[in-house]
């Protein structure tokens, strides 16, 4: 399985960009794929996830609300919108993928599968 994301940039604090990861290599019907962050200095965090089949998807509390994560299984492409952005949402942001029998995981250690970061710099 092989990530790519892209979609970073600057923006000024109530902007909004949109992050997309494609995901080739894998047959996804059982996979989560998901977005974390890492600021400097700081631990990954889990930002939101989607299952591939079906849909569902899983926000952390600082997303709900401003981040959309959507996926379109005809171009293998997973997208997280971002609306009302932060300073504090600065960070280099990385799709993960992994087979999830049930459920969503937000530990980035249930996660084998990662694609490059890109960074996202939010001025005030």
């Known amino acids: 399985v092989q990530l790519q994301a892209s979609g970073g940039g600057l923006v000024q604090?109530?902007?909004?960009?949109?992050l997309s990861c494609a995901a080739t290599g894998g047959?996804?019907?059982?996979?989560?794929l998901a977005w974390?962050?890492?600021?400097?200095?700081?631990?990954?965090?889990f930002v939101a996830a989607i299952r591939w089949s079906g849909g569902i998807t899983s926000y952390a509390d600082s997303a709900k609300?401003?981040?959309?994560?959507?996926?379109?299984?005809?171009k293998?492409?997973?997208?997280?919108?971002?609306n009302?952005?932060?300073p504090e949402d600065?960070?280099?942001?990385?799709?993960?993928a992994d087979e999830m029998t049930l459920g969503?995981?937000?530990?980035?250690?249930?996660?084998?599968?990662w694609g490059q970061g890109t960074q996202v710099t939010v001025s005030s």
Do not use: H, W
């Not at 969503?104 to 599968?113: F, G, I, K, L, W």
């Open 104 to 113: 969503v995981r937000r530990s980035a250690n249930e996660y084998d599968y």
């Open 90 to 96: 600065t960070a280099l942001y990385y799709c993960a």
């Open 76 to 82: 293998n492409t997973v997208t997280l919108q971002m």
């Open 84 to 86: 009302s952005l932060k």
């Open 27 to 32: 047959n996804f019907n059982r996979y989560v």
């Open 13 to 18: 604090a109530g902007g909004s960009l949109r």
């Open 65 to 74: 609300g401003r981040f959309t994560i959507s996926r379109d299984s005809a």
């Open 36 to 45: 974390f962050r890492q600021a400097p200095g700081k631990a990954r965090e």
